[in-house]
Each structure stands twice: as structure tokens, then as C-alpha cells.
């Protein structure tokens, strides 16, 4: 008589993987306005209470999660992770286990080029063709942080913001002086002045 096996747990395999086969698993939605297609995890709590957390995407590509099926695809629950135009919004804390660096090229800032960018999260000041007194900077978007920095001195260097709170200018006279702001409601808001004379 063989021995009887106690199973811990059951998997069900979707497709024959010796066959080297591309799987895939469609969850279908209803043609009628807030009825995507669910999947529905459960979680269970340490005394052995069960959760069900229903999960989809809305109507704009963002998924969501809730303890019931949606009433309103786009606004029940919460969102997981949210991808648009190249920026992700994350709901909640989040821990980084390593350095945060800022992506992209910093824009090149110059007497001739004196509009400060507001696509990108660094901007260089270089004034190896001459200082520049009238750099700016337009209004950012809600919650972006920018930095800038002298990188070449031929001269000194003065960026005004088009909406600054608490200041109006920020003046460079050395390589390293850094700014960095904040723009929230509207305004620029300087968080820190590194060198960097601010009025």
C-alpha cells in the first residue's frame, strides 16, 4: 500500500509548458459601461479571517483593487499603480532600498538660452559667454521638484521664477551653487539655497 499524500496547497497549470507553447489568459468585460473583466484575490488574516480584494483596470488603463465588484469602475477603490505619459503615481508610502537618482539630461542654460526648462528635474547654469541676468523659470506642474545648479562660471547668473512665494530671485556667482524649489499651489517655493544668494 503507498504512502498517502497530504497536499498543502493545489495548483492548477494553465497549458502544456513541455510544448514550449505562448499562454494566454483572457479575463473578458462586458460590453456595458462598469463591468470590466475581475480577477478576485483572497487574503486571510493570523486568526484565519478571509478577504476578498476584486481587481481590474478602469477605463483609463489604471488598476484597481476593492472588497467588492465595482460599482463605478473609475472611482471604487483604490488605484494599485498608475501609469500615464511617462510618470507613475504611486498611493502610499514608499521605501526605497536603494539611492534615488533623477533620470534625464539636464537642459543647458545660457545667455542665449535663458529659459529654464520645465520637462526635465535639473538645469546647469553656464555662463562661459557672458552673465546672464534674466534667466527664468515658467510655472512647473503640481508637486515638481526642481534643481538647479552653476556649472561654469564666466559671470554671474539670476533666475527669476515667473511665480515665486517667499522670494523673487535667485543669484549664482560660483560653480556648485544649487537651488532646489518646489512648485505647489501655483507657486515656486524654494526649499533650499546651497552658495546661491536668494532676494
Same mark, same amino acid.
Given at each position: 500500500?503507498?504512502?498517502?499524500? $497530504?497536499?498543502?496547497?493545489?495548483?492548477? *497549470?494553465?497549458?502544456?509548458? $513541455?510544448?514550449?507553447?505562448?499562454?494566454?489568459?483572457?479575463?473578458?468585460?462586458?460590453?456595458?459601461?462598469?463591468?470590466?473583466?475581475?480577477?478576485?484575490?483572497?487574503?486571510?488574516?493570523?486568526?484565519?479571517?478571509? #478577504?476578498?480584494?476584486?481587481?481590474? /483596470?478602469?477605463?483609463?488603463?489604471? /488598476?484597481?483593487?476593492?472588497?467588492?465588484? *465595482?460599482?463605478?469602475?473609475?472611482?471604487?477603490?483604490?488605484?494599485?499603480?498608475?501609469?500615464?505619459?511617462?510618470? #507613475?503615481?504611486? &498611493?502610499? *508610502?514608499?521605501? !526605497?532600498?536603494?539611492? !534615488?537618482? !533623477? &533620470?534625464?539630461?539636464? &537642459?543647458?542654460?545660457?545667455?542665449?538660452?535663458?529659459?529654464?526648462?520645465?520637462?526635465?528635474?535639473?538645469?546647469?547654469?553656464?555662463?562661459?559667454?557672458?552673465?546672464?541676468?534674466?534667466? #527664468?523659470?515658467?510655472?512647473?506642474?503640481?508637486?515638481?521638484?526642481?534643481?538647479?545648479?552653476?556649472?561654469?562660471?564666466?559671470?554671474?547668473?539670476?533666475?527669476?521664477?515667473?511665480?515665486?512665494?517667499?522670494?523673487?530671485?535667485?543669484?549664482? $556667482?560660483?560653480?556648485?551653487? #544649487?537651488?532646489?524649489?518646489? /512648485?505647489?499651489?501655483?507657486?515656486?517655493? !524654494?526649499?533650499?539655497?546651497?552658495?546661491?544668494?536668494?532676494?
Amino acid at each position: 500500500m503507498g504512502t498517502p499524500i $497530504t497536499l498543502t496547497r493545489a495548483e492548477v *497549470p494553465i497549458g502544456d509548458h $513541455t510544448g514550449r507553447k505562448q499562454m494566454i489568459f483572457r479575463v473578458a468585460a462586458e460590453t456595458t459601461s462598469d463591468k470590466p473583466g475581475l480577477i478576485v484575490y483572497e487574503a486571510v488574516s493570523n486568526s484565519g479571517v478571509i #478577504t476578498r480584494y476584486y481587481t481590474w /483596470f478602469d477605463s483609463d488603463g489604471v /488598476f484597481r483593487y476593492h472588497t467588492s465588484a *465595482p460599482a463605478d469602475q473609475d472611482s471604487d477603490g483604490s488605484t494599485i499603480l498608475a501609469v500615464t505619459a511617462g510618470n #507613475t503615481d504611486i &498611493d502610499g *508610502p514608499v521605501t !526605497l532600498g536603494s539611492t !534615488l537618482k !533623477l &533620470d534625464g539630461t539636464p &537642459d543647458e542654460c545660457t545667455a542665449v538660452n535663458a529659459a529654464l526648462s520645465v520637462t526635465t528635474s535639473v538645469s546647469n547654469l553656464d555662463t562661459s559667454i557672458g552673465a546672464c541676468a534674466g534667466m #527664468t523659470l515658467a510655472d512647473g506642474t503640481q508637486g515638481q521638484i526642481k534643481f538647479i545648479t552653476m556649472t561654469v562660471d564666466a559671470g554671474d547668473a539670476t533666475v527669476t521664477p515667473a511665480n515665486p512665494l517667499g522670494f523673487s530671485t535667485i543669484k549664482f $556667482t560660483a560653480i556648485g551653487q #544649487t537651488a532646489m524649489l518646489v /512648485f505647489l499651489a501655483s507657486k515656486w517655493r !524654494l526649499i533650499h539655497a546651497y552658495g546661491a544668494t536668494v532676494a
